[in-house]
Nanobody, 120 residues
């Protein structure tokens, strides 16, 4: 299973970005899909997560500014980020809890990370 993230970049404060992450490989089903971020010198933290059924959870720091969504048919999760702030600068990683088509066991997978830089 591979997760391919895209959509990061350099944006001015107040701007918007949309991140995408597509899962591919031996996938039977995907439980939670989400986004984490890690800023320099800080621990990786949850940004947003969405269950297969549509339940969502957000970090307090992004509530009201970000929206997570997913397309189960495409095994893809998105993160729309608006009103970006300098403190949103980080490497953003997608995560998926994938049930393997071959073993029917659930394992966590991570994308390669995409850099988001917000200039003030």
């Amino acid at each position: 299973v591979q997760l391919q993230a895209s959509g990061g970049g350099l944006v001015q404060a107040g701007g918007s970005l949309r991140l995408s992450c597509a899962a591919s490989g031996s996938i039977f089903s995907i439980n939670d899909m989400g986004w984490y971020r890690q800023a320099p010198g800080k621990q990786r933290e949850l940004v947003a997560v969405m269950s297969r059924g549509g339940s969502m959870d957000y970090a307090d720091s992004v509530k009201g500014r970000s929206t997570i969504s997913r397309d189960n048919a495409k095994n893809t999760v998105y993160l729309q980020m608006n009103s970006l702030k300098s403190e949103d600068t980080a490497v953003y990683y997608c995560n998926a809890n994938v049930i393997s088509r071959s073993t029917f066991r659930a394992l966590d997978y991570w994308g390669q990370g995409t850099q988001v830089t917000v200039s003030s």
